[in-house]
C-alpha cells in the first residue's frame, strides 16, 4: 500500500467531483429526498386518521353519540351526510371508499336493550363501501373493533380474553427510525457501485487506465484508492442524511462505532464489485446497465425499504444470500435496538463476503492490455 | 562498449497474434541509446501493437524484447520507472487542470522531484497551466502529454503517433518540442504515419507494412540506397505530352492540376524525354528533376500510400 499514490488519486478524485455539480447533487440529495419522501408518509404512522362519512337517520341524542364515540378514537375525521340523501349514490358521486349508515331507531332499540335486556333488541350499521379502495378495510377493521368494544360494553362484564405488548425493543421505535439505517446502507451501495463501474469504466475508455499502466502505480494502490475516495463520499452522505432526519424528523438513532464499520464494509463489498464488473463489462452504458441488474434486486430484496417478512419466503431465503441484506440488518441492530452481539453477527457474514470479493476485485482488475 | 550499453531497445523476433490476425510478424530490431527511433507505417500497419508491447502496455505472442537491459515481460516493474509514455490517443483527467495532472502523476512515481513548472515551460503550456484539461485544444493535450511523459526524467519516451490528428499548426508546435527532446539526448522511440515527420526528427527509420519491417535505416540513407531512379515532373502540360511521354515507354501519372511524373533511371532519359516532347511540338511550363523523398521510397517499398490526403504520394499503382 503506497500512501503518496493513494493521496494523489483521492486529490483528483475529490476535485473531479466536486467540479461535476451534477454528480454531486444526485449523490448527495437523491437518499435525503427520499428519506423525505417516505419520512412525510410514514410520519407518526400510530396517529394517522381517515375520512369517515356519518349518515344518521336517526337523528337523536344516543346515535350522535356514536358518531362522537367514533371521533374521539382519534382515527377518524367525522363528516356528517345529510339524512335526506340516497347515501349509495352519494358515496358514487363523491367518490368515497365508506359511508356509515346509522338507522332509524337506534336510540329506541338501544333504550330497549339496556334496560330491559331484550336479546331482540339490536339494530344493524350499515358500511356502503368501495372494495377497490385501498385503505377501505383497514377503516372497517377499526370500525369493527370500536362496535365490538361498545357490544362487550353493554353486557356489563369484563372482558374474558385480554391482550398484552411486550416490544422487543428498549424502547419504541417509529418506522423512519427503522427506514433510515435501511436508506443509508441502500446509499452507499449504489454510489460505490455506480460509482466505481462509471469512473473506471470512462477512464478505460479515454486510455487513462493503459497510460496508468506504464507507471509504476499497482491494482491494490488503485481499488484501495477508490475504496478511500468511496468511503469519504459515503461518510459525508451518511451524515448528511442524519442531520437531515435529526432536524426534520427528530429521529432518535444509536450512532455509536458500528456506523462507520458498516458503511467501511459496504463501501468493501461493492467497489469490489464494481472492479469485477468492470473488468467483464466493455462499454461504459452496458457497464452502467450492469450495475443496475446488481442495485435494482438488492435495493427491493433485502430489506431496505421494507421488511422482508412481507416477501414469500422463498424471496426471503433470496434475501439471505444478498450481501446488502447483512448491511441493513447489520445497521438496524447497531442503531435501532442497540444489539451489539446482532451487529457483531451481521458485520461477520459481510466482513467475509467483502474480503472474498476485494480479493477478486484485485484480480480482475487489468492494467495490460491483451 | 556491450550490447547493453549500446542499445536502450533490443526487439528480436517479436510476434503478436489477435486470434488469426497477425499483427506483428517476427520482427526485430534495436534501437540506440540517445537515437529518436520512427516506426513509419500506414494505419494498420503494426505500429501501436509494436510500441505497447515494447512500453509494457500489451504482452508479445512470442519473441524476446528488452529494453534497459530488462525483458520487458519479466521486469515491468523495474522497467515503469525509468520510461515515459505518451500512448495513442492519450486522455486525462476532463476537470484536473494542466499543473495539477502533473502534480498527480508526478506523485505515481518514486523519490523524484520533478521540475512542473520547467516541463510546463518546455511543452509552451506555461499560460494554460491552471486551465483544465476538457478546455485544451488537441495540440496543447498532445504536448500535455509529452510534458507527463517527461515527469519521471525517463531514460526511453515513447511517443505512439504524437500529431495524428492535429491540424499542420499544431503539429509543427508538437514538433518543436519533439526537437527539443532530441536536444536534450533523450532516446525517443516515435510512431507516426506522416513521412515529414520521420525525416525531421528520426535518426534511424524502420518502415513497417503489414506487421513486417521492410527497411530500416537513416532518412538519408534509405533514400540513397532506394533512389536507383529519379523523379521528373513536367508542369502545366498541353494534352499531347503525355500521349509522346507515354509512346516512348515510360509511365506517366498526370494529377488535376495538369502536372505529369514519370520515374526514370537516369539523366539519359530526361534528355530523351525532353527531345522527344520538343520533336512533337507538345509543351510544358517548368521541369523538375529529384531524387524521391521518403513517402516514394515507402510507395515503391510497399506499393501502398502512407496515409490518405494530397500528400499521399504520386498515386499507388
Known amino acids: 500500500m503506497n500512501l503518496r499514490v493513494i493521496g494523489a488519486n483521492l486529490v483528483v478524485s475529490i476535485k473531479s467531483f466536486y467540479r461535476e455539480k451534477t454528480a454531486m447533487f444526485f449523490t448527495f440529495a437523491f437518499p435525503i429526498i427520499l428519506i423525505l419522501v417516505f419520512g412525510t408518509i410514514f410520519k407518526d404512522q400510530e ?38 340523501v340516497d347515501a349509495t349514490q352519494y358515496a358514487r358521486n363523491h367518490r368515497l371508499n365508506l359511508v356509515l349508515i346509522i338507522p332509524q331507531g337506534y336510540e329506541r332499540s338501544y333504550i330497549q336493550n339496556l334496560q330491559y335486556d331484550d336479546p331482540n333488541a339490536f339494530v344493524t350499521i350499515t358500511y356502503i363501501y368501495d372494495p377497490s379502495s385501498a385503505s377501505v378495510n383497514t377503516k372497517m377493521e377499526i370500525l369493527n373493533a370500536v362496535f365490538a368494544k361498545l ?8 372482558p374474558f380474553i385480554r391482550t398484552a405488548v411486550t416490544s422487543i425493543l428498549t424502547r419504541k421505535y417509529r418506522f423512519i427510525e427503522f427506514f433510515i439505517p435501511g436508506i443509508i446502507a441502500m446509499a452507499v451501495m449504489t454510489a460505490s457501485l455506480a460509482g466505481t463501474v462509471n469512473v473506471n469504466t470512462e477512464l478505460r475508455q479515454k486510455g487513462i487506465i493503459r497510460k496508468l499502466s506504464t507507471t509504476p502505480i499497482t491494482r491494490t494502490d488503485w481499488i484501495l484508492s477508490n475504496i478511500v475516495y468511496q468511503f469519504i463520499l459515503a461518510v459525508i452522505s451518511t451524515a448528511a442524511m442524519l442531520l437531515v432526519s435529526y432536524a426534520v424528523f427528530k ?10 464499520l458498516f458503511i467501511l464494509l459496504d463501501v468493501f463489498a461493492f467497489v469490489g464489485i464494481g472492479m469485477i464488473l468492470t473488468r467483464f463489462v466493455q462499454e461504459a452504458q452496458s457497464a452502467a446497465a450492469a450495475a443496475n441488474a446488481i442495485m435494482f434486486p438488492m435495493m427491493f430484496l433485502s430489506g431496505s425499504f421494507f421488511p422482508i417478512e412481507m416477501m414469500p419466503s422463498f424471496l426471503q431465503t433470496f434475501a439471505r444470500v444478498l450481501p446488502l441484506y ?32 476485494f480479493i477478486l476485485g484485485i484480480m480482475a482488475t487489468k492494467w495490460e492490455e491483451d | 562498449m556491450t550490447i547493453e550499453a549500446e542499445y536502450a531497445i533490443e526487439v528480436e523476433k517479436l510476434t503478436k497474434r489477435y486470434g488469426d490476425l497477425l499483427a506483428v510478424n517476427d520482427i526485430s530490431f534495436n534501437v540506440r541509446k540517445g537515437e529518436v527511433f520512427a516506426l513509419l507505417g500506414p494505419n494498420g500497419a503494426g505500429k501501436t501493437t509494436t510500441v505497447e508491447i515494447i512500453d509494457t502496455i500489451r504482452t508479445p505472442t512470442s519473441g524476446k524484447v528488452r529494453l534497459l537491459g530488462m525483458d520487458v515481460t ?38 523524484i522531484d520533478p521540475d512542473i513548472d520547467g516541463l510546463i515551460e518546455l511543452v509552451n503550456l506555461k499560460d494554460k497551466a491552471e486551465v483544465q484539461y476538457k478546455n485544451l485544444s488537441g495540440g496543447l493535450r498532445q504536448r500535455l502529454g509529452i510534458a507527463i ?32 527532446l532530441k536536444k536534450k539526448g533523450k532516446t525517443v522511440f516515435l510512431t507516426t504515419h506522416y513521412m515529414e515527420e520521420a525525416e525531421l526528427l528520426a535518426d534511424t527509420v524502420a518502415i513497417v507494412s503489414k506487421g513486417k519491417i521492410i527497411a530500416t535505416g537513416s532518412p538519408v540513407e534509405l533514400i540513397e540506397s ?70 516514394e521510397v515507402f510507395l515503391k517499398l510497399t506499393g501502398e500510400a502512407l496515409h490518405e490526403g494530397p500528400t499521399g504520394g504520386m498515386g499507388a499503382k
Open chain 2, 74 to 111: 519479466k521486469k515491468k516493474h523495474d522497467i515503469v520507472p525509468r520510461i515515459g509514455v505518451l500512448p495513442q490517443g492519450f486522455s486525462s483527467f476532463d476537470r484536473i487542470t494542466v499543473r495539477s495532472t502533473m502534480q498527480y502523476y508526478s506523485r505515481l512515481f518514486c523519490c
Open chain 1, 47 to 84: 396517529n394517522i386518521s381517515f375520512n369517515l362519512y356519518v349518515q344518521d337517520l336517526d337523528h337523536t341524542e344516543t346515535s350522535a353519540e356514536i358518531a362522537k364515540t367514533l371521533g374521539s378514537t382519534g382515527k377518524f375525521k367525522i363528516t356528517q351526510v345529510n339524512p335526506a
Open chain 2, 226 to 295: 532506394n533512389s536507383n531512379y529519379l523523379i521528373v515532373t513536367l508542369q502545366s502540360v498541353d494534352e499531347k505530352t503525355l500521349a509522346v511521354v507515354r509512346k516512348m515507354g515510360f509511365e506517366p501519372v498526370s494529377d488535376p492540376h495538369e502536372n505529369i511524373r514519370v520515374r526514370v533511371e537516369g539523366t539519359d532519359d530526361v534528355r530523351k524525354i525532353l527531345n522527344g516532347v520538343e520533336d512533337a511540338g507538345a509543351s510544358f511550363l517548368s521541369l523538375d528533376v529529384r531524387k524521391p523523398n521518403l513517402e
Open chain 1, 151 to 158: 357490544n362487550q360494553g353493554l353486557t356489563g362484564k369484563p
Open chain 1, 251 to 260: 429521529v432518535n438513532l444509536e450512532i455509536n462505532a458500528w456506523l462507520p
Open chain 1, 326 to 357: 447483512y448491511v441493513n440488518e447489520g445497521l438496524r441492530a447497531s442503531m435501532v435496538s442497540a444489539d451489539n452481539l446482532a451487529a457483531l453477527e451481521y458485520s461477520g457474514v459481510i466482513g467475509a463476503f467483502a474480503t472474498v470479493v
Open chain 2, 149 to 180: 511523459a517527461l515527469v519521471n526524467d525517463p531514460e526511453v519516451v515513447f511517443l505512439d503517433e504524437p500529431t495524428t490528428g492535429l491540424d499542420p499548426r499544431a503539429r509543427r508546435e508538437v514538433w518543436e518540442v519533439l526537437l527539443g
